[in-house]
């Protein structure tokens, strides 16, 4: 048996997506979550983690004077558990330079858009606002430019008529919990790395976009 691929999750707040990641390690996935780690004592997510079993931490940004200082313990403590992919899922942090160096390759976020739209905050209203037939979520190898990094999957929804930001922020969120644990499954079985060529998936390279899923 190869040896299981060693996760940790970063959070922030509910961890919808963590539980997606929970409810998809089955006896034949090789990942392993090792731990959870928040930036907030009251995310809801430690709750889920621990209810699975799994290791949490909390490490509070506010007791940390900048980014910098934070961003350095948060890898102590990270490589505390040896990870072979760390996993930002919804950890509402803007990363140093140093913090995404460290963790090149290795480091996946998703984002509630079709990137490179959207880049940031309020990406349902925005895409509204914008017109766009068509929103989505994506996955993303982290790089230090903000939500630029290479793109390995998007899920690609129409956008209904008369829809609220609400209605389509919830519709997102079911295509997150599809696209994010497939993305993570492809890295723990070896199947998906990041090389100087771009992204690379069964040997092959990804197009710019990803390997898009579309409803």
Not at 119 to 137: F, I, M, P, S, V
Not at 141 to 155: H, R
Not at 187 to 215: C, K, S, Y
Request: charged residues 20%.
């Amino acid at each position: 048996m190869p040896q299981p691929c060693h996760v940790v999750v970063l959070i922030s707040g509910a961890g919808g997506n963590l539980q997606a990641l929970l409810d998809s390690l089955d006896t034949t996935h090789p990942a392993r979550i090792q731990a959870v780690i928040s930036n907030r004592a009251d995310a809801y997510g430690l709750q889920r983690a621990q209810a699975a079993g799994i290791a949490t931490r909390v490490l509070a940004h506010t007791d940390f004077d900048g980014r910098e200082a934070f961003d350095a313990a948060l890898i102590e403590q990270i490589d505390a558990f040896t990870p072979d992919l760390v996993v930002l899922a919804g950890f509402m942090r803007i990363l140093t330079p140093a913090f995404v160096r460290h963790y090149r390759g290795r480091l996946l976020n998703i984002h509630p858009s079709l990137l490179p739209r959207h880049k940031g905050l309020h990406t349902h209203q925005r895409a509204l606002e914008a017109g766009d037939t068509e929103h989505g979520c994506s996955v993303h190898f982290v790089t230090e430019e903000l939500d630029g990094g290479p793109l390995v999957v998007q899920a690609v929804i129409p956008v209904q008529v008369d829809e609220t930001a609400t209605d389509l922020a919830q519709r997102v969120h079911e295509q997150e919990h599809r696209i994010y644990p497939l993305a993570v499954r492809w890295f723990a079985e070896g199947r998906l790395r990041l090389t100087p060529q771009g992204v690379m998936l069964d040997g092959q390279p990804l197009p710019a976009t990803g390997h898009l899923i579309r409803t």
